[in-house]
């Protein structure tokens, strides 16, 4: 999964366009550590709750960090059953196409903390902690104005979640060269639905902050983490968003 430095306000981070690695590892030797078959996972939580997940490996007698993935901790839970695997994977993180219990809604989504799972398969009834960051959003006063602004072919049904480049990178109809591009984006999300809060979050470090959106989906609440400077115009309550997002998911049982 990618760091989402716009998102999150961390730019700060980047050094002559390198990450500050100093910086990082000092969060490093902060986290907290959970074990896991064959390597464990370096957890560190901003005050913002934005959590960093230093993925590592367990190298002969050395400790290899495979990865590192960005989460906002917070109170939006969804249930979820998984369907199948999405795209290569990478050591100790899994991105899944899942379903709610009822099976009327789909969506793919990164698990962090995935390893601590004993099993992922059909039958596993998951609870997941969720967010999301968007890669592109628009914003519009309500649901009406969205309507207006969109005819009916092209636009999400009310609070939907939609694999739109999942489904269509598997299209028989398109030709291999379409599949292939759509294939390129398939863990990006379209959503949309209305804004019930808006709140700043501060990182308690160099005075970054981010914005956190909570809105409402088809499968329940979904916090979006954005930076302001992504909008072309400040989201509140009753805006209504529609976003092209990667999903986030903690694993909590």
């Known amino acids: 999964m990618a760091l989402y430095l716009a998102n999150t306000g961390l730019e700060v981070l980047l050094k002559d366009g390198a990450l500050d690695q ?28 934005l959590t960093l997940i230093f993925r590592t ?19 939006c839970l969804w249930s979820a059953k998984p369907l199948a695997k999405v795209g290569q994977g990478e050591a100790l993180s899994v991105t899944l196409l899942l379903t709610n219990p009822s ?6 989504a990164t698990l962090v903390h995935a390893a601590t799972l004993e099993q992922i398969d059909e039958d596993t009834l998951l609870t997941l902690q969720v967010c999301a960051f968007p890669q592109a959003m628009d914003v519009f006063d309500s649901r009406q104005a969205y309507e207006n602004a969109t005819d009916q072919q092209g636009r999400l049904e ?21 599949r292939s591009h ?13 804004v ?6 501060s990182h ?3 005075d970054a902050k981010c914005m956190v959106a909570t809105i409402s989906t ?27 997002c990667m999903i986030s998911a903690d694993v909590l049982a």
């Open 103 to 108: 099976e009327k809604s789909a969506f793919i």
């Open 57 to 75: 490996v367990s190298k002969e007698q050395d400790l290899e960090i495979a990865g590192l993935d960005m989460h906002m901790s917070g109170r």
């Open 204 to 206: 308690g470090f160099a």
């Open 22 to 49: 100093k910086k990082l590892m000092h969060w490093f030797g902060e986290a907290v550590k959970i074990p896991v078959p064959n390597g464990a996972y370096y957890t560190k939580v901003l005050d913002s709750g």
């Open 196 to 201: 019930l809060g808006v709140a700043e979050r």
């Open 158 to 178: 009310d609070k939907k979640l939609l694999p739109f480049n999942y489904i269509m990178a598997r299209d028989e109809s398109l030709s291999e060269e379409q």
């Open 218 to 244: 088809e499968m329940g609440h979904l916090d979006i983490v954005f930076a302001s400077s992504q909008l072309k115009e400040p989201l509140k309550k009753g805006s209504y968003v529609v976003a092209n």
């Open 182 to 194: 759509y294939a390129k984006q398939e863990m990006m999300m379209l959503l949309c639905g209305p």
